[in-house]
């Protein structure tokens, strides 16, 4: 009687809670997810940080993902957005559904960790999140790393008359993955109250977007750029033979009328009728919506002009930006020839391409598409981001670089001339690379380097200055200053104005 009673009453009871010690089943608000164990790490991979953008979702705001039950495994790379094949091999996808994130944490336990959300680059026309293993990152910096995916080109820069985010579906995807970040995070042992955002190349624009969106508002604590274009236009020829100058920003109506166009050629008067249209279907015009477009609720202002949020910053450059995309224009088509160098000066500069040819001249000892990378490196990259940083720092707490071990092993082909500290080496320092693209070796000097920038960085993402003991002192920029912290096999204080012409920089319009 006694054990019928007590069966009785057990059946009444709530049943009893059953804590499991497995470090690899982490519980989120959509449901628990599996991670693997990699040593000093844990990964969790391609988690949906929003519901797939496909069918009546395509070209509208990212919408939650939906919950799911048992343990989800959380093993394997989401897929890649939507993209053509990428200059350095990645093959193509033409996958609609892939918002996805991943989590990179230390396996050690211990107080809350900074969160570090990285966009990737890639002209936002290529690229991915998972094409980024940041596990020296987090092990050496004790943060956790997440990593995202955001559409691309047609898929995420689309615009329209009258719809609602025209031109920054993409930027809405960082903004929904970073929402996710400050509801999850600590799930993974991260501290959702200390979140820093930083990118590369698009990626960095893309910082710069989220500065001046309004609805990023409270999303991150710090910023990080590396090497983007974001407030200054881009001189004729320098990112493809025949491109005249552009803004790195676009009006939205202008990509509207581009998307108006585009759908008329696909039979279409609506963007109901092209939402039925296959990816493949789409891919051919892929390419025409490779930028961001300010003008709609997303992204009212231009940023160029206008920054909605002060958070700490850490910005730069690398030495030799440009003589990524000059070997890249020189394997495509041929080297420059000097008739063409002051061709392009002239269709650049007009009536200052004497100036600039005196300030770079010509020499039989460096190949004209070298001299043309050095112009390009200056006024595209160098200067603008250093008149940038001024202003950041007439405001908030900035901190600049550039990143300049000119012996960063290559990820072209060779060209007829060093690349140097060339677009996108920095990352190579960060991360590992996986997914196909090519992950070339570091020395051990390089190591070293890649330790140090490891340690500003984490820093950076700790306390808002990446000052830490045993590395070389990192002053905070004044709105005057000219120098930046000079990152290579030496670590010291560079003269930025001196090295890259500011100060003709500084009185040419194009």
């Known amino acids: 009687m006694v054990k019928i009673l007590a069966l009785a009453l057990a059946a009444l009871l709530p049943a009893p809670v059953v804590a499991v010690d497995d470090p690899l089943v982490v519980r989120i608000e959509q449901g628990a997810v599996r991670g693997v164990k990699k040593g000093e790490y844990r990964e969790f991979n391609g988690i949906p940080y929003a519901a797939p953008p496909v069918g009546a979702l395509r070209w509208r705001s990212p919408q939650p993902a939906a919950a799911w039950t048992g343990v989800r495994a959380a093993s394997a790379i989401g897929p890649r957005c939507a993209q053509a094949e990428s200059a350095t091999g990645t093959p193509p996808s033409i996958e609609e559904d892939c918002l996805y994130l991943n989590v990179t944490t230390p396996a050690k336990t211990g107080p809350r960790k900074p969160v570090m959300v990285w966009l990737h680059g890639g002209g936002f026309v290529e690229g991915s999140g998972g094409e980024y293993d940041p596990h020296r990152l987090a092990v050496r910096g004790e943060v956790v790393v997440v990593t995202i995916n955001y559409r691309l080109g047609i898929f995420g820069n689309f615009g329209y008359p009258g719809l609602d ?92 009328a581009r998307g108006r166009s585009v759908a008329a050629t696909h039979g279409c008067s609506t963007v109901d009728c092209l939402r039925l249209k296959s990816p493949t279907e789409l891919m051919p015009v892929f390419g025409q919506f490779a930028g961001l477009a300010y003008g709609s609720s997303t992204l009212p202002e231009n940023p160029a002009e206008s920054r909605a949020h002060d958070v700490p910053m850490l910005s730069g450059t690398t030495r030799d930006e440009m003589t990524y ?171 930025l104005s001196r090295a890259h012409n500011c100060d003709l920089w500084s009185t040419i319009e194009f």
């Not at 809405?172 to 993955?177: I, P």
């Not at 109250?193 to 590369?200: A, H, I, K, P, S």
């Not at 996986?434 to 570091?442: E, F, Q, Y």
């Open 165 to 256: 985010g025209s031109g920054a579906f993409g930027i809405e995807d960082q903004q929904a993955a970073l929402r996710w970040v400050r509801q999850n995070a600590a799930a993974f042992g991260g501290d959702p109250g200390n979140v820093t955002l930083f990118g590369q190349s698009a990626g960095g624009q893309s910082v710069c977007a989220q500065l001046a969106a309004p609805a990023a508002a409270g999303l991150f604590d710090r910023a990080i750029i590396q090497s983007s274009l974001c407030t200054s236009p881009i001189p004729a020829n320098a990112l493809a033979p025949g491109l005249p100058t552009v803004s790195p920003w676009e009006a939205v109506g202008s990509v509207a």
């Open 325 to 495: 995309v000059q070997g890249m224009v020189d394997q495509a088509t041929q080297p420059l020839t000097s008739r063409q160098y002051r061709d392009y000066l002239v269709k650049a500069f007009g009536e200052d391409a004497d100036r600039v040819a005196r300030r770079y001249p010509l020499s039989s000892k460096v190949p004209p598409s070298r001299t043309w990378a050095s112009v390009t490196t200056d006024s595209a990259f160098a200067c603008p981001t250093l008149k940038r940083n001024q202003a950041f720092a007439r405001h908030v707490p900035t901190y600049a670089y550039e990143f300049a071990d000119r012996t960063a092993p290559p990820t072209l082909p060779p060209a007829t001339y060093p690349y140097g500290a060339y677009h996108s080496a920095d990352a190579l320092y960060l991360f590992a690379l996986r997914g196909g693209v090519a992950n070339p070796p570091l020395t051990s000097a390089q190591r070293r380097l890649s330790d140090a920038m490891i340690d500003y960085w984490s820093a950076f993402a700790r306390t808002g200055n990446p000052n830490m003991p045993g590395l070389p002192h990192w002053p905070r920029l004044h709105p005057t200053d000219v120098v930046a912290q000079s990152l290579a096999r030496t670590i010291r204080r560079t003269n």
